[in-house]
């Protein structure tokens, strides 16, 4: 769900996620600034306290302030991107004003502003200490519990992630959007830890529980269920890569075949996603199966040349395998697909970090099919054709060992 909550005219629109709903009321059912209870003919008002602060010396100023003022100035600094000069008016709050209903947004919101820096250790404690204050099961201790759970996988500490979801997932009335987003940020995180079975039934829930969606019961974007689409591609392409190629002849054709069963699988999967018309999972899906060709073609020469070839039968091998049409296509679709991946970017008109890898990931490929027509050709087995990993591209480290592993056919 894009989580975008507007509040007395106030949204954030910005941040590492999909939006972050700003707190500018405490969550709490009394009124954040003034409330009044009959008691008989009469009411009692109970007011925010008053803080004044005189700067020394003769003639100095006094300036009059409360938590409300505090909070207000601290989310106008948050949705102008001021995080510090925000963290600086949320905390001025909870240390001047300890018995405020506004303290719990107020470290909400210092959850986000957290956020905004990437400093997400200090945002998982913020959130943890707004979830302390707020009411159980209320609205806003769930927003502050989808919160943790994201913060916490940014920190890779998929496990509590996974349970504050698997927690969450438990609330009867979730909205549909809540739901959404709970399955795929579980599926991710179960997909992080290994557990692919777990993950595959999550995400598999995901996907069944939008379609059989009522008519007004629609989505508000297909963000999170293009989540659950591109990582249900994602668990045969992390089994793909964790399979080497491995001589001798029969090692080499049940790897292949192996690697294949799963290639075409991971591939199918990422195109799904394609279909629901997210542009950052889009572009995501189709870079990485580009990326799967160019790495198919990285094991395919990270095999060594065999070790009984001698002399001329080396420099025979050495130009067949990089003559080899087989090889060739895979590079030649791994620049189709990029090339298709940086056209779909700029036909939607977004900007994609996707997209950008794309462009770096062309010109590599491009590099090497210039350099094997001119005869400039690479040696099976070197250091260089050792599997890369996608850097920067958030897809978590690749599974496959650094060196060749050597055949062991009961494997």
Not at 199 to 217: M, S, W, Y
Not at 230 to 253: C, K, M, N, T, V
Not at 265 to 278: C, S
């Amino acid at each position: 769900m894009k989580r975008l909550l507007a509040i007395s005219g106030v949204v954030l629109a910005c941040g590492p996620k999909q939006g972050s709903p700003l707190r500018t009321h405490p969550p709490v059912e009394a009124s954040a600034q003034a409330s009044s209870e009959s008691e008989g003919a009469g009411s009692v008002i109970h007011l925010e306290p008053l803080r004044i602060d005189v700067s020394p010396g003769p003639g100095g100023e006094a300036r009059v302030y409360d938590a409300r003022t505090l909070l207000e100035e601290g989310n106008e600094s948050l949705v102008q991107g001021q995080y510090d000069v925000a963290l600086q008016q949320y905390d001025r709050l909870v240390r001047d004003f300890p018995g405020s209903s506004l303290i719990p947004a107020a470290l909400y919101n210092a959850g986000l502003a957290s956020e905004g820096k990437g400093d997400f250790t200090t945002a998982a404690e913020r959130y943890r200490n707004a979830i302390e204050r707020i009411p159980p099961g209320s609205r806003d201790s769930l927003d502050a519990h989808y919160r943790l759970g994201a913060v916490l996988a940014e920190l890779r500490q998929f496990a509590d992630s996974s349970r504050i979801f698997e927690s969450v997932l438990d609330h009867e009335n979730l909205s549909v959007q809540d739901r959404m987003e709970a399955l795929a940020r579980l599926g991710y995180a179960l997909v992080e830890l290994g557990d692919f079975s777990g993950a595959e039934e999550v995400l598999r829930g995901g996907i069944k529980f939008r379609r059989d969606l009522r008519p007004d019961e629609a989505l508000d974007s297909p963000y999170f269920v293009a989540m659950c689409q591109y990582y249900l591609g994602d668990i045969p392409r992390r089994q793909f890569e964790a399979i080497p190629l491995r001589l001798p002849a029969q090692q080499l054709d049940l790897d292949i075949e192996q690697k294949s069963e799963l290639f075409l699988l991971a591939r199918d999967r990422y195109m799904k996603t394609v279909e629901y018309g997210d542009p950052n999972w889009g572009t995501a899906a189709v870079f990485q199966i580009g990326t799967m060709y160019r790495e198919f073609w990285n094991d395919f020469m990270a095999v060594p040349v065999p070790p009984d070839l001698t002399g001329q039968e080396v420099d025979a091998y050495v130009k067949l395998v990089n003559e080899n049409q087989e090889l060739r296509r895979l590079l030649e679709k791994s620049i189709l697909y990029h090339e298709r991946n940086i056209a779909m970017s700029k036909r939607a008109r977004v900007d994609s970090p996707w997209t950008e890898a794309s462009l770096v990931a062309v010109e590599e490929v491009l590099r090497i099919v210039a350099g094997q027509q001119k005869g400039e050709y690479i040696r099976p087995g070197t250091p260089t054709q050792r599997r890369e990993t996608n850097a920067g591209a958030g897809t978590g480290p690749a599974t496959r060992p650094d060196d060749y592993i050597p055949a062991r056919l009961n494997l």
